[in-house]
């Protein structure tokens, strides 16, 4: 077993999910509690990345993000290396990747919320920030723990983007699910096996204890 | 009038299909990528046999082909692929036909603030990250590894490689220039494309062992004689000839 790996897909839906949390929360709110027509443009653009296949997307970020674009050349000063190739990197690409796996549960759960006590809140003279974090936030636990587990999952998951953007480097972006698959390509099926299990296991944990605290929580209510 | 349309529209989605032969199902190693569709082209003129080809890395239409992927012929960048085949008990014959050599090349772009490709760049503290093919799959990649080993420049550059999936993906690295160089196949380093952006320097030959790509027939397919027709074909003059201009040592 490759526990490096597993280490560093750990450490990469970690950080993932922490920056996801911090873009998606206030993006959800703005979504649901916004008025304007601009705001189903940014809804949509905040679904995109599921449209686009993986490959592709870690395809448009290695020729957007590396050293030909002005942008990249920002990045590499800024970091003092090119992005591609390096956990940077692959964190970049799997915030994109794994965006609408942390907003669309957020904007449910946000929207879900009685309007009714938003407005009076709203009258209280509650601001944005205060309504998000005393309202929205408290009715719509379960689906801050849903947009949690599933931007988590999604990135220990993730592929393609890794394999356009990675480049194999063990320790850095050398993933589990690289891991995996050139376990397969190499004919290692029972390692394969092993990693695939590993892999399952996990996500088969992490979606019980979602399902189990939602399961409790509405058990409760009854 | 819609009628006729309608009519056409009809032959086309569900009878054309029934008529049409099914065409040759070539799997081949990326590399063979720039230089095979042409030359299927013309095998199609001089046979009427339509011919189409999937590329990936040797090692990935391995596995496929193991795990049933309806392919007539396998074209790959080595002989040991195909001899797994031929183990396996899935490919005709005892060993695989030599069809081609291939050439490893180091591949950098014209505008790269680096020196020229040679060895000396392989040997400069300048030179952050080399693209190679996973050297446990893809045949380039395996000869990339052979030939720092015996320029013993691999221990130093090893931290310094970026390893792609395949041949063609490590020369897309170097093009998008988020690698420096690149060991790459001469087929890739000739394509209009970057032979556009970049220059090559040839790695001698004595410096790995020799790419040798054999192809075998897949022993389950239907169209055995059209199968072998594309495989003289490709060791006839004419298309060794071709193979030449392309990158590819001919064998004939």
Not at chain 2, 103 to 121: A, H, I
Not at chain 2, 160 to 165: N, V, Y
Not at chain 2, 208 to 236: C, D, H, M, W
Request: aromatic share 8%; proline share 7%; no cysteine.
């Amino acid at each position: 077993m490759d526990w490096q790996a597993f280490a560093l897909s750990l450490r990469l839906a970690s950080v993932t999910t922490a920056i996801l949390l911090a873009i998606a929360v206030p993006l959800a709110a703005l979504i649901v509690l916004g008025r304007g027509r601009w705001l189903a443009a940014v809804e949509a653009l905040a679904t995109l990345p599921m449209v686009l296949p993986p490959t592709v997307l870690g395809f448009f970020l290695l020729v957007l993000l590396g050293p030909r674009t002005a942008f990249g050349r920002g990045i590499a000063a800024v970091l003092g290396h090119p992005l591609a190739f390096s956990f940077d990197g692959l964190v970049v690409g799997s915030v994109i990747y794994s965006l609408p796996f942390a907003v669309q549960p957020l904007v449910a759960g946000f929207s879900s919320v009685d309007t009714a006590l938003v407005d009076a809140a709203r009258l209280l003279g509650a601001g944005p920030v205060r309504l998000v974090s005393s309202i929205l936030i408290p009715l719509a636990r379960r689906s801050l723990l849903a947009a949690i587990v599933l931007s988590f999952l999604h990135t220990v998951g993730e592929f393609g983007v890794v394999l356009m953007l990675g480049g194999d480097i063990p320790g850095a972006t050398r993933t589990l699910s690289i891991v995996l698959y050139d376990q397969v390509e190499s004919f290692d099926y029972a390692a394969a096996d092993h990693t695939a299990l590993l892999l399952l296991g996990l996500s088969v944990l992490a979606l019980a204890l979602i399902y189990s605290k939602t399961r409790n929580r509405g058990a409760g209510r009854a | 009038m819609s009628k006729q349309i309608s009519g056409a529209l009809f032959t086309l989605l569900f009878l054309a299909p029934l008529g049409a032969q099914a065409p040759l199902r070539v799997a081949a190693a990326a590399d063979l990528e720039p230089v095979l569709p042409p030359i299927l082209v013309q095998f199609e003129k001089s046979t009427g046999i339509h011919a189409e080809a999937t590329y990936q890395s040797s090692a990935t239409l391995t596995t496929q082909i193991e795990n049933g992927a309806p392919f007539d012929i396998f074209l790959s960048a080595d002989l040991g692929f195909p001899k797994r085949l031929i183990d396996a008990g899935l490919a005709d014959s005892t060993t695989p036909v030599t069809y081609a050599r291939g050439t490893l090349v180091l591949w950098e772009r014209k505008d790269s603030r680096l020196p020229p490709p040679s060895l000396d760049l392989l040997r400069s503290p300048a030179l952050k990250r080399l693209a190679i093919a996973n050297p446990e799959r893809a045949p380039y990649g395996r000869a990339a590894v052979a030939a720092l080993q015996s320029l013993k420049l691999y221990g130093a550059l090893k931290p310094r490689l970026i390893t792609a999936e395949n041949i063609a993906q490590a020369a897309q690295f170097v093009d998008s220039a988020n690698a420096d160089a690149g060991l790459i196949s001469l087929t890739s380093a000739l394509t209009p494309r970057l032979s556009a952006e970049g220059s090559y320097f040839v790695i001698p030959r004595d410096l790995y062992p020799p790419i040798e790509q054999g192809a075998v027939i897949v022993s389950k397919t239907r169209q055995r004689a059209a199968a072998n027709k594309l495989l003289n074909f490709l060791l006839s003059p004419a298309i060794q000839a071709e193979f030449a201009k392309s990158g590819l040592t001919p064998v004939k």
